[in-house]
Structures are given as structure tokens and as C-alpha cells.
């Protein structure tokens, strides 16, 4: 079974310091592997994601990722956080075993930005 | 704007009522899907159809049935509410399988009582 990790559950760092998020998954096979971002009462969006080639994928807002299939990891990486970074970040993991575009979501790093 | 709707934002419930939380979508996507997030478990996948027509079970499906009748709607129904149910409930949508990215709605708040 699929599974993802966020061994974070809050993480705070000071406005214009770097940003490491990290996220183990469990997969049977090649993954998809993706980052949300949600903020407080919305929907999901999308950061960025990864199927295939290049491991270092670069997202919207200044994100970027990196795919490291020995360590079975996809951590997020901001160089220089902006006070607008804080929200909820969701790593998730999927496939096309099984039918379909099931993602599995990890539980989710709360980032607090402090000014 | 294209994406995706919900309704209602919000609803408080008393257990045992019948309510269907409604989705559409105008994108003309494929894949449809009904999460649930709660506080420290992420989110989990309730149901999904890949196409109209055609439904399928997720992680936590059971107190739950949606129906896909065409592209754009996918409701979801609680046929008798109980506590445990209270969450949020987002709806997806994919182009298709595999490495679509999915859009989310903003969301419906459920307080079953």
C-alpha cells in the first residue's frame, strides 16, 4: 500500500531564512509525487510534481523539489521564505496501479513564517 | 472562472439526516474525487469515477455514495449522518488518471450534532 510521511507537524522560520520541508513516501512502483499548498479556508493548490527525468523539479512561487529515489524521499525547498509562504504544505504520492488518479496525501507540515 | 464549486460552504447536521454535498466542475475533467480532511490525518479518498458512469471506492468509503451521472457533477450523499462524519470535504478533479494534477474546491464544513 501507499503511504506518504511528514514528520513535521509545524515548522517556523524567520522571513528570508531557507525552507526544507520533508516528505518520505512508500510506493511499489515509479511514483508521481507532488506538493500542495493550502491556506487557511481554501482548496489545495498545486506547487509542483514529479514523473519522470529530471529529480529536481521546480514549482510556482519559488518552490522546488527534489526526488531522491534511494532515500524514498521528495522534500520541498524554498531558498528564501516570504511572510506569505505560511500556510499548510501536503506531500502526496500516486500512481496508475489500481485504476485511477488516487493520491495518497501525507498528514500535512503547518509552516508558521515569524516577521 | 473555470474550476471547481461546492455547495454548501458550511452546514451544521443533526445525526441521522439524509445530506449530499453537491461538486461541479467546468473543465470538462475526466476524473472526479471526494476527499475528507481531518486535523492530523491529512486528507483520505472517500470515492472517485474516472469517467461518467463510473464509480469506485477509497480509503474510507463506508456512510457514504456518490453518483456520476455526467462530466461535471459528482454529489456526494451521507444517507444517515453520525458524529464521526463531521470533517471537511474537499472535491477533486483530474484530466484522467495517472499524472494529472488534481483542482480542488474550496470546500464544504460538515458538523454533524
Not at chain 1, 23 to 45: D, E, H, I, K, R
Not at chain 2, 73 to 100: E, H, I, M
Request: hydrophobic share 35%; aromatic share 10%; with cysteine.
Amino acid at each position: 500500500a501507499q503511504s506518504v510521511t511528514q514528520p513535521d507537524i509545524h515548522i517556523t522560520v524567520s522571513e528570508g531564512a531557507s525552507l526544507e520541508l520533508r516528505c518520505n513516501y512508500s510506493y511499489g512502483a515509479t511514483p508521481y509525487l507532488f506538493w500542495y499548498v493550502q491556506s487557511p479556508g481554501q482548496g489545495l493548490q498545486l506547487l509542483l510534481k514529479y514523473f519522470s527525468g529530471d529529480t529536481l523539479v521546480q514549482g510556482i512561487k519559488g518552490f522546488e523539489a527534489e526526488f531522491k529515489r534511494s532515500q524514498s524521499s521528495f522534500n520541498l525547498r524554498k531558498p528564501s521564505v516570504h511572510w506569505s509562504d505560511a500556510a499548510e504544505y501536503f506531500c502526496a504520492v500516486g500512481g496508475l496501479t489500481g485504476g485511477g488518479n488516487k493520491l495518497t496525501f501525507g498528514t500535512g507540515t503547518q509552516l508558521k513564517v515569524e516577521l | 472562472i473555470a474550476g471547481i464549486t461546492q455547495a454548501p460552504t458550511s452546514q451544521i447536521l443533526a445525526a441521522g439526516r439524509r445530506m449530499t454535498l453537491r461538486c461541479t466542475q467546468d473543465m470538462r475533467h475526466n476524473a472526479m474525487y471526494w476527499y475528507r480532511q481531518d486535523l492530523g490525518l491529512g486528507l483520505r479518498l472517500i470515492h472517485y469515477s474516472n469517467t461518467a458512469g463510473t464509480t469506485g471506492k477509497g480509503e474510507v468509503p463506508d456512510g457514504y455514495s456518490v453518483s456520476r451521472a455526467n462530466t461535471d457533477d459528482f454529489p456526494l450523499t451521507l444517507a444517515s449522518a453520525v458524529p464521526s462524519q463531521t470533517s471537511v470535504y474537499f472535491c477533486a478533479s483530474s484530466q484522467d488518471r495517472g499524472n494529472s494534477p488534481l483542482h480542488f474546491g474550496n470546500g464544504t464544513r460538515l458538523t454533524v450534532t
